[in-house]
């Protein structure tokens, strides 16, 4: 779809809002709390979260950190100027909302507050009980504070700065000490953060069915080996070799093969694919435990094998 970028705000340092609004003034499809669209900027394709509330569907907007480190993609959204035409693709969702829990526990690191601020608004919306707990590094680069500190979040938002000092962090253990079948607990945020959310509510012994989460950023570097291996295509029996150093998507590339991919950061979801034998090596941030366990699909963007060969469903 293209979209025009109307407003481009300044919420933070170094965070800024995008305001996108159809370019051709038919209506934008709708979304749902949770839910992310793909932006393509500078030849990059990037997932961002739409953090406006769903029943605020005139727009959709994102909230983007300028991260240095990035490959790019965030530099680039930072230089653009409004009145830019952007191509995105329609919402899709990934890290949907239980509207309908007795109670939800939103707990945000850094830029992950942005799924979870339209998780918030729907809430709000809807009059359900909730309470979201929003970390970052000092005030100054915690966003939407402004739209936080009004009534309908302030009474239900606590901000925890590590600029505050030890005593001002969040206590993991406190929030998630009582689990209960009918609260469900979304997180977002870098990936350490959200393993030690995890970590947390495993061990005050959640079900991992009431525990969400989305990763931001890239998969994790490889803990074993990165060696060679190869893959067989079950449509036609072919039989690619996929060398060291080299995603299985890159190597079908290399045959003529094409698969649809988005992030190649194992963290979308596009590139999804059944794995038919073998056993692969997961290295995203997209499936579940229990996905990954089950060994019958993988993200062959950045995933690898554990036998010498896989067999896919391609
Ligand atoms: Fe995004 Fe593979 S392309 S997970």
């Known amino acids: 779809m293209k979209v025009t970028l109307t407003r481009k705000l300044p919420v933070a340092t170094d965070i800024c809002l995008f305001e996108l609004a159809s370019a ?3 209506p934008l499809p709708a ?9 393509h900027v500078g030849g990059f394709v990037r997932q961002y979260s739409l953090c406006n509330s769903p029943a605020d569907g005139a727009v959709y907007r994102i909230g983007v950190l300028r991260d240095l480190a990035s490959r790019g993609g965030s530099i680039a ?14 919402p899709k969702n990934h890290f949907p909302l239980d509207e309908h829990a007795a109670h939800t526990i939103l707990i945000a690191g850094g830029i992950g507050i942005t799924p979870l601020m339209a998780m918030a608004e729907q809430l709000r919306e809807a009059g359900r009980a909730f309470e979201l707990h929003y970390c970052a590094r000092e005030p100054a680069r915690a966003a939407f504070r402004e739209r936080l500190a009004e009534r309908g979040f302030a009474e239900h938002t606590r901000f925890y700065f590590d600029s505050e ?11 998630l000490a ?12 870098p990936a350490g953060f959200i393993d030690a959310v995890l970590g ?7 079900p991992a069915q009431n525990v969400h989460r989305e990763y931001f950023g890239a998969a994790q570097p490889p803990t074993h080996a990165n060696g060679a291996f190869q893959v067989t295509l079950a449509s036609c029996q072919r039989v690619i070799d996929v060398p060291a150093g080299t995603t299985i998507v890159e190597a079908l590339r290399a045959g003529g093969i094409e698969v649809p991919v988005s992030c190649e950061q194992g963290v979308c979801g596009t ?3 059944r794995v038919l034998e073998g056993v692969p090596d ?4 997209y499936l579940t435990d229990e996905e990954r366990e089950a060994n019958d699909q993988l993200l062959p963007c950045c995933s690898r094998a554990r036998t010498p060969m896989l067999v896919l469903d391609l």
Request: charged share 15%; hydrophobic share 45%.
């Open 24 to 26: 051709d003034g038919s």
């Open 200 to 206: 947390a509510a495993t061990n005050a012994g959640w």
């Open 178 to 189: 009582q689990p209960h079948a009918g609260t469900h607990v979304y997180v977002c945020g």
């Open 271 to 273: 590139c999804i694919t």
């Open 282 to 285: 997961h290295r995203d941030l």
């Open 77 to 90: 959204m930072h230089a653009l100027a409004a009145g830019t035409i952007l191509e995105i693709s329609t």
């Open 165 to 175: 000092g030890p005593e001002a962090r969040l206590d993991l253990a406190r929030v």
């Open 31 to 39: 979304f749902e709390a949770g839910a992310h669209i793909d932006v």
